[in-house]
C-alpha cells in the first residue's frame, strides 16, 4: 500500500542578537562628555592666566566725539527754533 502526503512544510528560523547596543551605547555617552567638558571650558568665563586685563585706548577720538555732540546739540536746536 502507497501513501501519498502532500502537505507542504515550512521552517521558521529566529535568530536573536541582544547586546548589540552596548557599544553604541558606550560611544554616545562618551560624546556626551566630551561636549559637556568643551563647553564647560568655553562657557565657564575664566580667562587663561596672564590674560585677565583687557586695556583699549584710542588716542584723538575726543575731539570727534565733541564736535558730534555739538552737531547733534545743533541738530536739536535748530529744530527746536521752527
Do not use: C, K, W
Not at 502532500?6 to 548589540?20: L, S
Not at 554616545?28 to 583687557?54: E, N
Not at 575726543?62 to 552737531?71: H, L, P
Request: proline share 1%.
Amino acid at each position: 500500500m502507497s501513501h501519498s502526503d502532500n502537505t507542504e512544510r515550512t521552517h521558521t528560523t529566529t535568530t536573536t542578537t541582544t547586546g548589540g547596543g552596548a557599544g553604541m551605547g558606550i560611544v554616545v555617552g562618551a560624546l556626551v562628555v566630551v561636549v559637556a567638558f568643551l563647553a564647560y571650558v568655553i562657557f565657564s568665563g575664566s580667562a587663561p592666566s596672564g590674560q585677565d586685563d583687557v586695556n583699549i585706548t584710542i588716542e584723538g577720538a575726543g575731539s570727534a566725539v565733541e564736535g558730534a555732540a555739538e552737531a547733534v546739540e545743533g541738530a536739536v536746536s535748530g529744530d527746536a527754533s521752527n
